[in-house]
């Protein structure tokens, strides 16, 4: 079901939020938003072409300490359900429904609109950022950045650390957009940039395509230094991949982030490519966010190994194992929209009496399990 093709327009405006059709792409709907005088709450991803519905139900994120993942933004949302009945719901109204939706993995209904929290604004919300590289294991400052700059990415490359550190700004005008592919020549040199890179990955010793892999990072971000963005921009290369990514609590970060240099200190010849950290703050009414619960700040580890050319590494699945048991170990739970090997009991753990009340929901709204698939009967009911 391809709702981007026709539910893709705005609904209503209201003085408080705007509702809009959920197949909008996250960067319609901020163009949108631009066009009103207003900004929204939630924490943008790297990625805007994903809808605005898709991103809600899979706790999509992107790296702001200040601000919970784009599910945090909601108002309320209307679904489909499995008899062909339509649903209202928010906060005030089936509030039980509304709270299970805010991540829903596609298993209550279809969603068809979203209302999102927005604010009258006659000034632009932009991000400035600075890009620090480094030598060296000792990474342990990054988890002291995020109240002092709380859009903060780390890439964790080989020996080397590239630090992006942004600060929030506001402009009177629309400010300079940081999507790369938005220009065809950009578009035709991330394609290059990819093509160079997988053969490097191919062909190199690891060791020394990691290397040239930090000192490019660095160099994409001194391109942006000085300038300011409409969001934080993103390097990740144009090659096939697979990742992994966990949200951990920032009190259990540390530990988990030095666990996995030592892994990859001691299996140098593992495929380990980068890890990446991100801070988002918590999603305070979701069931099954990632971010769901109490603590005001968690933190997005997640590990890449580039497969150039669809060429699988050696110990790649050793890698994401020993990444998924030390996320685990430290009270994590995956991104539900990237590859991960927990089933429902581990799920049953991690988000207790909340999974119950998930489970509960959606068998409510979908008795005969219509939305289900293979992969959410492993999650939700797999041992």
């Known amino acids: 079901m391809c709702l981007s093709t026709h539910l893709n327009f705005l609904v209503r405006v209201d003085d408080d939020s705007i509702t809009v059709c959920a197949g909008m792409s996250i960067q319609a709907v901020q163009q949108c938003l631009v066009s009103l005088h207003r900004s929204s709450f939630g924490s943008l991803p790297s990625v805007l072409t994903m809808t605005i519905g898709g991103s809600i139900s899979t706790g999509v994120h992107g790296s702001n300490a200040l601000e919970g993942p784009m599910s945090s933004s909601i108002k309320g949302m209307t679904l489909v359900l499995a008899d062909g009945s339509v649903l209202k719901c928010s906060l005030l109204e089936n509030s039980d429904v509304f709270c299970a939706a805010l991540c829903s993995l596609g298993a209550l209904g279809v969603v068809v609109e979203v209302s999102l929290w927005t604010q009258r604004s006659t000034l632009f919300a932009a991000v400035k950022e600075r890009v620090l590289y480094e030598t060296g294991q000792d990474r342990r400052k990054i988890l002291s950045l995020p109240p002092v700059h709380p859009v903060s990415k780390m890439y964790c490359v080989g020996d080397g650390t590239v630090l992006v550190v942004g600060e929030r700004v506001l402009l009177s005008c629309p400010p300079e957009s940081s999507q790369r592919q938005r220009s065809w020549a950009l578009l035709f040199f991330k ?99 990632p971010t769901a619960g109490e603590d005001e700040l968690f933190v997005y580890i997640g590990v890449v190994t580039y497969t150039p050319f669809g060429v699988i590494p050696t110990n790649m699945k050793k890698l994401f194992g020993e990444f998924e048991r030390i996320c685990v170990a430290a009270g994590g739970r995956p991104h539900w929209a990237k590859e991960h090997g927990l089933k429902a009991l581990d799920f ?36």
């Not at 062909?203 to 020394?208: G, N, P, Q, W």
């Not at 119950?356 to 797999?382: E, Q, S, Y």
Request: net charge positive.
């Open 191 to 289: 394609r290059v940039e990819g093509w160079l890179f997988s053969w490097a990955f191919l062909l190199l010793r690891r060791s020394l395509a990691l290397k040239l892999l930090a000192l490019w990072y660095r160099w994409v971000y001194v391109q942006t230094r000085g300038k300011v963005l409409d969001q934080p921009s993103s390097p990740i290369l144009e090659i096939p991949q697979f990742t992994c990514e966990y949200a951990i609590r920032s009190s259990f970060a540390q530990g988990a982030l030095e666990q996995l240099q030592e892994l990859a200190r001691v299996n140098s010849s593992w495929p380990l490519h980068f890890l990446e950290v991100r801070f988002v703050a918590r999603d305070g009414e979701s069931l099954i966010s």
């Open 348 to 383: 049953a753990a991690i988000y207790k009496e909340n999974w119950v009340r998930f489970l509960n929901v959606r068998k409510r709204l979908d008795p005969t399990g219509r939305f289900l698939n293979a992969h959410l009967n492993r999650i939700l009911f797999g041992g």
